[in-house]
């Protein structure tokens, strides 16, 4: 879901916001993979090599 998870816990009238992300959050390994990168980025560091993609390499 694309948005805050705040709006969508006001919305679905959840009380506690561990019963909204529990049950409706999810997170592909794609975007895992680019958050990884923008984090490497924000302390000046090289992202991390893929590991998928130096397994092909063997």
Do not use: N
């Amino acid at each position: 879901m694309k948005g805050h998870p705040q709006v969508a816990q006001r919305i679905l009238r959840h009380s506690k916001f561990t019963m909204t992300s529990d049950v409706y959050s999810e997170a592909s390994d794609e975007e895992i993979r680019e958050a990884l990168q923008r984090l490497s980025r924000g302390f000046g560091q090289s992202p991390p090599d893929d590991p998928e993609e130096s397994d092909e390499d063997s």
